[in-house]
């Protein structure tokens, strides 16, 4: 089992930035790949970013690419999800999760790919 606790979130106001923090802890050895996801109220669970959690590769939404920079530091078992410029529709919880599948190369981003999950962070831009 991996557990994930997510922090940073906040109110901020649009144009601001937020780094999210997700600290993995448990069987952090079965983790491939974390996966960053955002679902405000009434809508889906979408993933925003994924990175390879060994190699560092990331993977990103067409719709934050640019703006969100996924990146993990392996000794602190850490994932960070910068996010610049923000935007009122950016106000979501914000979730991180691990995967345990085997590794097939890549990362993706829809919540299937993932088991584990945090309980949130909220991001509120206004």
């Known amino acids: 089992h991996v557990q994930l606790v997510e922090s940073g979130g906040g109110s901020v106001q649009p144009g601001g930035s937020l780094a999210l923090s997700c600290v993995a802890s448990?069987?952090?050895?079965?983790?491939?790949?974390i996966g960053w996801f955002h679902q405000a109220p009434g809508k889906e669970r979408e993933g925003v970013a994924s990175i390879a959690f060994r190699g560092g590769s990331t993977y990103y939404a067409d719709s934050v690419k640019g703006r969100f920079t996924i990146s993990r530091d392996n000794a602190k078992n850490t994932v960070y999800l910068q996010i610049n410029k923000l935007k009122p529709e950016d106000t979501a919880m914000y979730y991180c999760?691990?995967?345990?599948?085997?590794?097939?190369?890549?990362?993706?981003?829809?919540?299937?790919?993932?088991?584990?999950w945090g309980q949130g962070t909220q991001v509120t831009v206004s």
């Open positions: 999760a691990a995967d345990r599948r085997p590794w097939v190369g890549w990362c993706g981003l829809g919540p299937a790919d993932f088991s584990y």
């Open positions: 448990g069987n952090t050895y079965s983790m491939n790949c």
